[in-house]
């Protein structure tokens, strides 16, 4: 068994997220299962995943949980943006659409 960082960035994600019904729909937050297209801000990169976990993230298309731009996303609904640094470089995104995806959601 391993432990949590507790300065983890996902940890402090989780730490200050609102929690929302299994009910809610698919669309309004981002979470693990769920399809989303955001947009790197000072790029306007355009992208598309799945939020996954990392063992998972091996295939095209599929964006870690663990992963600095997976933890930005969690829980972020459309029309949202986030901003961070890593690495010493300031990072934002913003979430244009979530769905749920054609992969059944993880129980």
Do not use: Y
């Not at 068994?1 to 019904?21: F, G, K, Q, W």
């Not at 829980?75 to 995104?93: A, D, F, K, M, V």
């Amino acid at each position: 068994m391993s432990s949590v960082d507790t300065d983890c960035p996902l940890r402090e994600e989780i730490d200050r997220a609102d929690l929302i019904s299994d009910t809610a729909a698919w669309s309004s937050a981002v979470r693990l299962g769920c399809e989303v297209k955001f947009v790197e801000l000072g790029t306007s990169h355009l992208r598309r995943g799945r939020l996954v976990l990392p063992h998972e993230a091996r295939t095209a298309h599929c964006i870690s949980v663990l992963s600095p731009i997976g933890t930005a996303l969690i829980g972020l609904g459309p029309g949202q943006s986030i901003h961070w640094t890593e690495r010493g470089r300031e990072r934002r995104l913003a979430v244009l659409e979530v769905r749920a995806s054609e992969v059944s959601p993880p129980t």
